[in-house]
């Protein structure tokens, strides 16, 4: 057992605590001494205190919640991390059009992954500056934060200007270049008709629509099909078809390697005129042409081949350069560029009549 007294006497200097005491005028029990007395007696506790603080505090600063889990708010332009039901977010293009989605369900791909997946998106995509959008809907959606890009896959829905439905199994839209795609296969149907292709892509800025692939577009009066592509100019008013094209419409089928339609009223799809470039054939109820280069004009009813031109009608076959036909009437005038003369032929049914000479 400790003994007081001596522990006195070694902080007084004094010998013994009773000589101490006795050399006090005010007794043993000063103020003084009692307060040096409790801090001796306290010390040791004061310290067991300190020493299990400094034990203890590195292991609670490394199990600090703080380190183990990022609590930190969102940086700007980054959507939660955990998943979330029922959720909204809306993107900005390139021109400032703000295109809304929802999702049932939004949850990110991997851990800090800037792609987070959508369960069940609906939205609207900003397609013009005449305020319409395009409304889709898919089972599964990606948004990537980075990219500022959607894409829909599976049993995907678009529906433009409340008349063109498109679908599809996938599609992707870039909101910074404004530009779709998809590569699988797409259907869509309106009041101007069908069409059919094995992918698809649109350019905004561009006003530009390409299916590419084989292709096929189906109007009440005509249908076109192609191997390669067929692309959309909305700003020029026409549609350019690339590999193995045909176009029939009414009694006439046009096959050309490269097709270009104008047309006078992009509404409705209302042809103006159309050129045909390479391995041309020019069919009809009373002939058949083959050319280089043809052209046909709807509003005037007709036709025209230029270039290493053939004819055929019933049993006959007249070469020439150029040929233009009636389709109302089935007359035709025949032209052909020689160093001697051009003969000038009319067809009626199946005889040909020579008519005159001209010189070239």
Do not use: C
Not at 171 to 181: L, N, P, S
Not at 203 to 217: F, I, Q, V, W, Y
Not at 253 to 274: G, S, V
Request: glycine share 6%; net charge positive.
């Amino acid at each position: 057992m400790v003994d007081i007294k001596e522990i006195d006497s070694f902080f007084e200097n004094t010998k013994s605590f009773k000589k101490a005491a006795y050399q006090n005028a005010d007794g043993p029990f000063h103020p003084r001494q009692r307060r040096l007395r409790l801090l001796k007696l306290l010390m040791p506790s004061i310290a067991a205190v300190l020493v299990s603080l400094v034990l203890i505090f590195p292991h609670l600063k490394n199990n600090s919640p703080l380190v183990e889990y990022d609590l930190t708010a969102p940086k700007a332009g980054e959507l939660e991390k955990l998943h979330v039901e029922k959720t909204s977010f809306s993107v900005t293009d390139s021109d400032g059009k703000i295109s809304s989605f929802t999702a049932d369900l939004m949850e990110e791909t991997e851990p800090s992954s800037k792609i987070v997946k959508l369960t069940n998106p609906k939205g609207q995509i900003a397609l013009d500056d005449e305020g319409r959008f395009a409304d889709i809907k898919a089972d599964i959606g990606y948004y990537n934060q980075t990219e500022n890009i959607v894409k829909a896959e599976q049993n995907l829905v678009a529906v433009y200007d409340k008349d063109t439905t498109i679908k599809t199994n996938m599609a992707e839209y870039d909101f910074k270049k404004a530009t779709g795609f998809g590569s699988q296969k797409v259907f869509a149907s309106g009041a101007w008709g069908k069409l059919w292709a094995d992918g698809f892509f649109y350019d905004k800025n561009a006003e530009t629509l390409r299916l590419n692939g084989h292709s096929k577009m189906v109007r009440e009066d005509s249908v076109l099909t192609s191997s390669i592509k067929t692309t959309y100019f909305k700003t020029l008013n026409k549609i350019v078809s690339e590999g193995n094209v045909v176009l029939t419409r009414e009694d006439i089928t046009i096959n050309a390697d490269k097709l270009i339609i104008f047309l006078k009223n992009a509404k409705d799809f209302e042809l103006n005129k159309i050129e045909a470039f390479g391995h041309v054939v020019i069919t009809t109820a009373e002939a058949v042409g083959k050319g280089d280069f043809g052209r046909y004009l709807p509003h005037q009813n007709l036709l025209e081949l230029e270039q290493n031109v053939v004819l055929k009608k019933g049993e006959s076959l007249i070469y020439g350069d150029k040929v233009i036909f009636d389709i109302k009437t089935s007359v035709g005038k025949m032209v052909s560029k020689s160093k001697d003369n051009r003969i000038t032929g009319v067809i009626r049914s199946s005889t040909i009549k020579e008519t005159k000479h001209e010189k070239k």
